[in-house]
């Protein structure tokens, strides 16, 4: 079982910057896509950011694109989610996930585990 932390999250202001944290509990090799994803009240889960562990490879949305930067630590077992330019529409809790495979992906049913979450909140 492979667990997930989540930390970095808190209050900030319009155009402000966070950096989310996510470190695994141990390091299992066939885990090697980790993606960002949040969710706003009343809305469903999005997707943000996703990176290969092995070969770095990343995609966002569209509404994080030039903003957001998703990088990882392999040695520390641990991604990050470098946040720039932040608007009120990005407050939601963020969730760290792991995938088995290849590929890069989106789709929040495509992640066997999550992390706990944690809260991000930009004031206007």
């Known amino acids: 079982q492979v667990q997930l932390v989540e930390s970095g999250g808190g209050l900030v202001q319009t155009g402000g910057s966070l950096r989310l944290s996510c470190t695994a509990s141990?390091?299992?090799?066939?885990?090697?896509?980790m993606g960002w994803f949040r969710q706003a009240p009343g809305k469903e889960r999005e997707f943000v950011a996703t990176?290969?562990?092995?070969?770095?490879?990343?995609y966002y949305a569209d509404s994080v694109k030039g903003r957001f930067t998703v990088s990882r630590d392999n040695a520390k077992n641990t991604v990050y989610l470098q946040m720039n330019s932040l608007k009120p529409e990005d407050t939601a809790v963020y969730y760290c996930?792991?995938?088995?495979?290849?590929?890069?992906?989106?789709?929040?049913?495509?992640?066997?585990?999550w992390g706990q979450g944690t809260q991000v909140t930009v004031s206007s």
């Open positions: 996930a792991a995938a088995f495979g290849l590929q890069i992906r989106s789709g929040a049913h495509e992640y066997r585990y």
């Open positions: 141990e390091r299992t090799f066939s885990i090697n896509v």
């Open positions: 990176i290969s562990r092995s070969s770095g490879s990343t």
